[in-house]
């Protein structure tokens, strides 16, 4: 499967989406961001239900900024529009598929209830 580019434009909509979303925050002057890039395409070939997302740090610099990336790669996953994963470094494969694994295995009701429980004691 393709991986999607996000900008500025299409972040929101895209993330909010259901399902599972996964962006890869990168550089083309990146070296890990170059070595994590075949893992991160593997996997999309693996989960043709995922959406499989990049984003050009250099070209979406607010876009990266409003995220609070200070490294890269880093890799956000979200599912249904909630932020579940959010880690700076190149994931080995395995690691990636167990990250993939637990998200789709989530009771998503039960984490809106834990965030909506989280947000009344706030």
Same mark, same amino acid.
Request: charged share 20%.
């Given at each position: 499967?393709?991986?999607? @580019?996000?900008? &500025?434009?299409?972040?929101?909509?895209? !993330?909010?989406?259901?399902?599972?979303?996964? !962006?890869?925050?990168? +550089?083309?002057?990146?070296?890990?961001?170059?070595?994590?890039?075949?893992?991160?395409?593997?996997?999309?070939? +693996?989960?043709?239900?995922?959406?499989? &997302?990049?984003?050009?740090?250099?070209?979406?610099?607010?876009?990266? &900024? @409003?995220?609070?990336? @200070?490294?890269?790669?880093?890799?956000?996953?979200?599912?249904? #529009?909630?932020?579940?994963?959010?880690?700076?470094?190149?994931?080995?494969?395995?690691?990636?598929?167990?990250? !993939? #694994?637990?998200?789709?295995?989530?009771?998503?009701?039960?984490?809106? &209830?834990? !965030? +909506?429980? @989280?947000?009344?004691?706030?």
């Amino acid at each position: 499967m393709a991986t999607v @580019q996000l900008t &500025a434009e299409n972040f929101e909509a895209t !993330i909010t989406r259901e399902g599972i979303t996964l !962006i890869d925050f990168w +550089a083309d002057w990146c070296g890990p961001c170059k070595m994590f890039a075949p893992v991160y395409e593997a996997s999309s070939e +693996a989960h043709p239900g995922i959406t499989f &997302a990049k984003v050009d740090t250099e070209a979406e610099q607010m876009l990266a &900024a @409003q995220c609070g990336i @200070q490294s890269i790669p880093t890799i956000m996953m979200f599912r249904d #529009g909630i932020l579940l994963f959010n880690e700076s470094g190149a994931l080995p494969g395995h690691v990636l598929e167990d990250i !993939i #694994g637990r998200a789709e295995a989530l009771d998503m009701d039960a984490v809106r &209830a834990e !965030i +909506a429980a @989280q947000e009344q004691n706030d």
